[in-house]
């Protein structure tokens, strides 16, 4: 289930559309889209990883993994990162 933010179509599609995603959750996207980019740390996603990691759909995915709690699909996406590195 994913709480209303998508609507079942076929075709391509723009995740960013209000059609498919509520203002909340393209909100919190957004949030977790600027805390991997400005980490005190470096960016979270670089080269590879942002390719992979990056887009909108994948990081919806993570957020809708931690009921859109963005310090969680934060901490997740980064513990993913790291590992996916460390192979």
């Known amino acids: 289930f994913d709480g209303g933010a998508y609507k079942a179509t076929a075709g391509e599609f723009d995740p960013e559309d209000p059609e ?3 203002e909340k959750h393209r909100g ?14 470096g960016a979270v996603l670089v080269g590879e990883e ?12 993570y957020l809708r993994a931690r009921s859109w709690d963005v310090d969680k699909a934060f901490a997740l996406l980064v513990g993913t ?5 460390s192979y």
Do not use: H, K, S, T
């Open 20 to 22: 498919y995603i509520a």
């Open 28 to 41: 919190l996207r957004a949030e977790l889209a600027r805390r991997l980019a400005d980490r005190p740390e």
């Open 81 to 85: 990162v790291e590992w996916r590195q």
């Open 50 to 61: 942002l390719e992979r990691w990056g887009d909108v759909m994948c990081q919806l995915r």
